[in-house]
């Protein structure tokens, strides 16, 4: 019987998780489409979230199309299939590499400070001000980062996309000896719109999930430090999970096999 309690008491707080984040979503939601918009505050988001994450971003492309240049023409050289690589890298670099890898550092980086600082505000008893000055929390605190979030993430993807892309180029003229033009000639000829389209809708979804786990997590933070520290450390592990899985689900909808 304990074994059985185990299993409901489970049960039942994942019902309530997912409830309380299903109301979270609701009031974000409907704060998004009413006045007053906080364009101020989206700006600023914009700048945390986008700006002061390229280098980041753009060091893990640059080494990520580097490393798959490599690693491609080890395995296709068993065939003589060495002509594929350019068209390897910009396909998984646009359709895989770029959003996911540029959505998990961001949700490193910006989930984790996101709940921080709201988690910090909750346990300051801030929030609780904001709402005594007539003040939406989650249209002045979680709307302009979820709007900032889904508009940032893909310009940050794109420029992802250029930077791997590039790395793999260097690799392949100095590192494998391919001819410059014949690479980029490759490179153009395989690259589809879609691919590249369905990378940066995807980093939209996964820059509306790190804002939201974000600021979910802060928001309902409690406990003092200790809680805040917890909120952060399940605003980002909750962030990278729901981008690795909604991942596979917009693949399956871009790229289902028919």
Do not use: W
Request: some cysteine; hydrophobic content about 50%.
């Amino acid at each position: 019987m304990h074994f059985v309690q185990v299993i409901g008491q489970v049960f039942l707080n994942f019902l309530e998780a997912v409830g309380r984040f299903s109301l979270f979503f609701g009031g974000v939601v409907s704060a998004g489409v009413r006045r007053p918009f906080y364009f101020s505050q989206t700006l600023r988001q914009v700048l945390e979230i986008g700006f002061y994450s390229l280098p980041v971003v753009g060091l893990t492309a640059i080494f990520t199309g580097a490393v798959l240049a490599l690693q491609s023409y080890t395995g296709f050289s068993r065939f003589n299939a060495e002509s594929s690589i350019a068209a390897v890298v910009v396909i998984s670099i646009t359709r895989e590499l770029g959003p996911v890898l540029a959505g998990l550092m961001v949700a490193g980086r910006v989930g984790a400070s996101m709940a921080a600082e709201i988690g910090t505000m909750r346990v300051t008893e801030q929030i609780d001000a904001l709402s005594t000055l007539s003040t939406s929390p989650q249209q002045y605190l979680v709307v302009p980062r979820v709007v900032a979030g889904i508009l940032t993430l893909p310009c940050l993807v794109f420029v992802a996309d250029i930077i791997g892309v590039f790395g793999g180029y260097l690799v392949g003229i100095h590192k494998l000896g391919f001819a410059p033009t014949g690479y980029i000639h490759n490179t153009i000829q395989f690259m589809e719109t879609k691919d590249v389209v369905s990378g940066l809708i995807k980093a939209g979804v996964f820059g509306g999930i790190i804002a939201l786990m974000g600021c979910y997590h802060g928001f309902h933070s409690k406990g003092g430090a200790q809680g805040v520290g917890i909120a952060t450390t399940n605003a980002v592990v909750s962030a990278s999970i729901l981008i690795l899985l909604s991942n596979y689900f917009l693949t399956e909808l871009f790229f289902a096999v028919k």
